[in-house]
C-alpha cells in the first residue's frame, strides 16, 4: 500500500472513542499518595514533576487514568 493510500488512526477513530485500558480511578486518596511521594522527592525537579501531576490529578478526581 502506497503512503498516499494509508489512512491515519485519527481519519477513523477520533481520541475519545478509542480503546485502551484503565489503569486506575482517579481518587482523593491516589492524588495524596502522589503528593506525598512529591515530599519524599530526593532532587527538586522530581518534586516539582509530581507536585504538577498531583495538581492536574487534582482536577480530574472521579475519572479514570486510561492506557
Given at each position: 500500500m502506497?503512503?498516499?493510500n494509508q489512512l491515519?488512526?485519527?481519519e477513523v477513530f477520533?481520541?475519545?472513542?478509542r480503546r485502551g485500558?484503565?489503569?486506575q480511578q482517579i481518587t482523593s486518596d491516589f492524588v495524596l499518595e502522589?503528593?506525598?511521594k512529591a515530599k519524599r522527592a530526593k532532587t527538586?525537579?522530581?518534586?516539582?514533576?509530581?507536585?504538577?501531576?498531583?495538581?492536574?490529578?487534582s482536577q480530574h478526581i472521579g475519572q479514570f487514568l486510561v492506557e
Open positions: 502506497s503512503k498516499k491515519k488512526m485519527d477520533p481520541k475519545q472513542y485500558v484503565v489503569s502522589i503528593y506525598e527538586a525537579k522530581r518534586k516539582l514533576e509530581l507536585h504538577k501531576v498531583a495538581e492536574t490529578l
